[in-house]
């Protein structure tokens, strides 16, 4: 007779149980079933908010309908349980009694609500289901503004939410700083003007004591402090509690704040029952994270077959998440409490990074670390923290940028075979290896054979390097498909979006991908539809693609302000011009600051200032200086032979020229340019990405030159040139660079990259060895016949003003609360700066 294997609960952790139990046992010894409370198969929790991008909950589905029946389990969806009868082995439900022999409880949290009177108010919502998301969706309609209760990872997933649907969202934290069980207060700092840059207001420190009706919207909060703040729905994203009324009034042991207390194996008192997930509490600990489920899940499925080798006994709550766009990660011991402990940081507040290392008293191994602003160095500090991997000699390496361009990586070939890969589905190196010894050769197959990767997905970068190191130590050839969801290059998408006149990224995953998107596909589609069609950033099929810089076209500044920089082409400004700038400066009270490309930069304006300011600068005949985008920023130039004695050419002319030909092309990355008037080379052209330099009989160009981190000296690409003949051979060079080249890469890496380097580029481009020349300038024609200045466009239009609104529930005008300091008669901002000034 088979024994009755029951499971409550079919979320994320309950499903991975059912999968490794199948794996593990004699199906012929089991009859399995599945109660599930909501109406859903199981479903993945961890993206839950992409459900309003996409719309359909089979697309978060963690398992094919057919999974179920295939595998002879039964499955009760929408049948919550009432009782557990510990002494008939019994569970009840409203419909009926089904009896177990071993039963696992995975009823996972429950979303807690502080005890504010007013709370149970319509409108006064949680943040966990598909079904709290379609009763949020259906609160927003017709409104405009959301506050969430709540700073940590939920309410800050929830916060995403609600500007997803249009409204103005704020969230509301009670401890002095967001995700206070993560980040320490540097980090926090920075996190809060990070997020309310991109237009969520933060209010820290706040208690709230009563909601009631709102007297210009639906509800009104006030807190301890006599505030007050109206918004017409409440999220409330406080946290978690575990689901544990079941084993409690089964009476099962129960850990100190609650939940049911499990052993090594997941076995609670009852030697009958097992608990996972959220529901658990081991060693008197709540873990509640995916990860640590899974691990409970493959420590019970195996206890329940016999094999007791397999034991959970706490868990890495290591977290890699991209909140409202801003990358944050958290490892190990990131509050520095292992005795002796020292610290390393690192703080950029104008590109807005903050890395903080936590290493042993003899600086041999990495405890812990906090990243906010950019997770690269996240999988590399993981795999030193998780395997114990000595340091190295100077482990600030690993967090400063070097002359190199980055951090230093810890390659695939340093890592033990027993290095933890996939924590969520306890992958290692070496189940990466067997895997592939077993005949996997792709990205997704690997992921469907191990499980790696599906489950929160922070480990995708690490496993793309370590299979990609894998297959190249076997001799294969290695696939740079540009991310999961695009099969492709970033050169391939492009032939694909040109040759089928694709306009939108929707269109482009619908064809040719799959999934949602990411933060790599999503800014280089849109890089790469700017490039083709040269619509504007904020068109509905744009606009949810773009960064901070290119939503708002200005350059966000350490103290959540922005720059303004207006086109100057060549650097020539006539005096009424350059007054109108002042005047604006001026009037807006701007630091002012004449740059390295020959314009002039406005430090300092407010988001909603931005509009005003463009209105003035756009009147005056200024425009977009694309200071913000992965485009042409400047051509810089000298005065040529109109005033200089050893001019042989009008370089200011032909730097206008060029300045207004590529102005807005959207490329790979930024481009620079200058002319030289002689080959004196006052303009620096050497150093650019296209240089030109006069001759007696023309002009020579050189091209893929940079300055910055890691400089190279550009290439004579061609000599002797006409105006005709330069103007031609930039525009065959540019586009084949817009074409072909990858993400986020230079035109001088292009080159050291291209294979047969700078002869090559002369056969396509000089000698047409391709016959693409002509195209290659047509459709650079193309864009300069489109060319729309971005500014103009969005003051001209009420709906993209709308972007540039002021804080919502602010006490008074955002300006007058930016920290200030005078410093050579002109506004920077003040030095130290407290996290609540610049909030």
């Given amino acids: 007779m088979k024994k009755q294997l029951l499971v409550i609960g079919n979320g994320m952790v309950g499903q991975h149980f059912i999968e490794q139990f199948l794996e593990m046992a004699d199906r012929d010894h089991w009859d399995i079933t599945v109660l599930g409370e909501e109406p859903h198969a199981a479903y ?7 459900y309003f991008e996409r719309g359909q909950a089979e697309d ?10 295939g595998n002879q389990i039964r499955l009760r969806l929408g049948e919550p349980v009432t009782q557990v009868n510990t002494q008939t082995k019994t569970v009840v439900t409203a419909q009926a009694e089904y009896p177990y022999d071993q039963l696992v409880l995975a009823t996972g949290s429950y979303p807690f609500v502080p005890p504010i009177a007013g709370k149970d108010q319509e409108h006064c919502l949680v943040y966990r289901t598909l079904e709290d998301l379609d009763a949020i969706k259906a609160s927003a309609e017709g409104v405009t503004r959301g506050i969430v209760v709540g700073g940590g990872l939920l309410g800050l997933e929830a916060a995403h939410a609600l500007t997803k649907l249009g409204l103005e969202a704020a969230v509301v934290e009670f401890a002095p700083r967001l995700m206070p069980v993560q980040l320490d207060a540097e980090a926090g700092r920075l996190l809060r003007q990070k997020i309310e840059d991109l ?20 509800l009104c909060m006030e807190f301890s402090d006599d505030s007050k703040l109206e918004t017409d729905l409440i999220v409330f994203s406080a946290g978690i509690r575990p689901q544990d009324a079941l084993g409690r009034e089964a009476g099962l042991t129960l850990g100190e704040r609650g939940g049911i207390l499990v052993d090594n194996h997941c076995r609670t008192s009852d030697p009958n029952i097992y608990a996972i997930g959220e529901c658990a509490v081991w060693n008197n600990q709540h873990f509640g994270l995916v990860a640590p489920g899974y691990q409970m899940a493959r420590t019970a499925a195996a206890a329940l077959n016999g094999d007791a080798s397999l034991t959970f006994t706490g868990a890495d709550m290591s977290t890699k998440l991209k909140l409202l766009g801003v990358d944050v990660g958290s490892i190990g011991d990131a509050h520095v409490t292992t005795p002796g402990a020292q610290t390393y940081r690192y703080l950029n507040e104008i590109d807005g990074i903050y890395y903080k290392l936590v290493v042993s008293e003899d600086n041999r191994k990495l405890l812990g670390a906090i990243l906010v602003g950019d997770n690269a160095p996240y999988d590399t500090l993981l795999q030193y923290a998780l395997n114990g991997i000595d340091l190295p000699e100077q482990p600030e390496a690993l967090i400063l940028p070097s002359n190199a361009g980055g951090p230093p990586s810890l390659g695939a070939d340093a890592l033990p075979d027993e290095a933890s890969i996939c924590s969520c589905h306890n992958v290692t190196k070496g189940d990466i290896r067997e895997a592939m010894n077993d005949g996997i050769m792709n990205l997704a197959d690997l992921k469907a054979g191990t499980k790696a990767s599906t489950g929160c997905g922070g480990c995708a970068a690490m496993l793309k390097t370590v299979f990609e190191h894998e297959l190249e130590s076997r001799g294969v050839s290695v696939d740079r498909s540009l991310c999961e969801h695009f099969a492709y290059t ?19 995953l619908e064809k040719h991908g799959k999934g949602g998107g990411c933060e790599i596909c999503k800014p280089t589609v849109a890089s790469i539809l700017a490039s083709c069609w040269n619509e504007h950033v904020h068109e509905e099929p744009h606009v949810s693609l773009q960064d901070t810089n290119d939503t708002f076209m200005a350059n966000m500044q350490k103290n959540g302000t922005y720059s303004v920089v207006p086109r100057i082409p060549g650097g020539e400004i006539t005096p009424e011009m350059l007054i109108k700038i002042g005047e604006v400066g001026k009037k807006y009270r701007l630091y002012t600051k004449i740059t390295g490309g020959q314009r002039i930069d406005l430090f300092g304006a407010t988001l909603d200032e931005l509009p005003l300011i463009w209105e003035e600068l756009v009147a005056a005949g200024f425009e977009t200086g694309h200071a913000y985008g992965k485009s042409l920023r400047t051509v810089k130039s000298c005065v040529g032979n109109t005033w200089c004695r050893y001019g042989v050419q009008d370089s200011v002319s032909m730097a206008i020229y060029l300045e207004n030909r590529y102005k807005g092309l959207r490329s790979p990355h930024k481009i620079k340019m200058a002319v030289s008037g002689c080959t004196r080379e006052c303009a620096e052209a050497q150093s650019k990405d296209i240089g030109v330099i006069a001759t007696e009989n023309g002009w020579n160009l050189f091209v893929c030159g940079n300055g910055g981190m890691r400089p190279r000296h550009a290439d004579l690409f061609a000599t002797d040139l006409s105006d005709e003949e330069l103007i031609a051979t930039i525009d065959r060079v540019l586009m084949f660079y817009v074409r072909t080249g990858d993400r986020l890469q230079r035109t001088s890496v292009w080159l050291e990259n291209l294979e047969g380097g700078l002869d090559y580029l002369k056969e396509v481009v000089l000698a047409d060895s391709l016959g693409i020349g002509c195209e290659l300038e047509t459709q650079m024609q193309q864009l300069v016949d489109t060319y729309q200045c971005e500014w103009k ?13 002021s804080y919502v529930n602010a006490d008074e005008p955002r300006r007058a609360r930016i920290q200030l300091v005078e410093e050579r008669g002109q506004l920077i901002p003040a030095r130290d700066i407290t996290e609540e000034e610049v909030a």
């Fill in 44 to 50: 993945d929790r961890v993206h839950l908010s992409e």
């Fill in 490 to 508: 970033r050169q391939e998408l492009f032939h694909l979006v040109r040759v089928e006149e694709i306009h939108s990224f929707d269109e482009l």
């Fill in 60 to 69: 978060l589905l963690l398992a094919d309908p057919a999974f179920y029946s």
């Fill in 199 to 218: 237009g969520v207001r933060v209010h820290t420190e706040k208690a709230t004591q009563l909601i009631r009706p709102g007297d210009e919207h639906r």
């Fill in 793 to 805: 466009t969005a003051i001209e239009d009420p709906e993209k003003r709308k972007r540039f609104r």
